[in-house]
């Protein structure tokens, strides 16, 4: 007689839920000094990322570490931002940030909004949606 396993039916899918990610970690420095402009801020990013998401963030990160781009590195970066901030934005589906004078930003956030960040802004948002560890969290593990 056959073994029979005790597998249970889902009659319904299940979901990956969202990711909530506090910002307190994220720092700008300007004069010698750390300002923390999203603490006590979040954002709740989709339950899962596309490979070719993972792809196209890891390659802006790489790119970026480079100093004197090529016209064609150039060329490739400025798409790179183009598809990065159209991922974020879809892959952001709730925050609470806020921008320099303290009035909530849209949430979720719309390509628009994505594109007004700074590029600090935008590489930490990268680091959390990809469950890296940010410079700050990692410097204070």
């Known amino acids: 007689m056959a073994k029979r396993t005790d597998r249970r039916r889902v009659s319904t899918p299940t979901k990956v ?15 010698g000094k750390e300002y923390r402009p999203h603490a006590g801020e979040w954002v709740d990013f989709r339950g ?11 390659r802006l990160q ?17 798409g790179l931002y183009e598809r990065v901030t159209e ?27 994505v594109r007004g960040l700074s590029l600090d802004e935008l590489l930490w948002l990268l680091g959390a949606r990809y469950g890296g560890r940010t410079k700050e969290a990692a410097k204070n593990a």
């Open 87 to 113: 991922d974020l934005a879809h892959a952001i589906k709730g925050w609470s940030w806020t921008d320099d004078d303290k009035n909530a930003l849209p949430s979720p956030p719309s390509t628009e909004v």
């Open 17 to 31: 839920p969202s990711r909530r990610v506090r910002s307190d970690d994220y720092v700008e420095a300007s004069d």
């Open 62 to 78: 790489s790119l970026l570490r480079l100093s004197g781009l090529s016209e064609e590195e150039a060329a490739e970066t400025s």
């Open 48 to 58: 899962k990322s596309s490979v070719e998401s993972i792809i196209v963030g890891l």
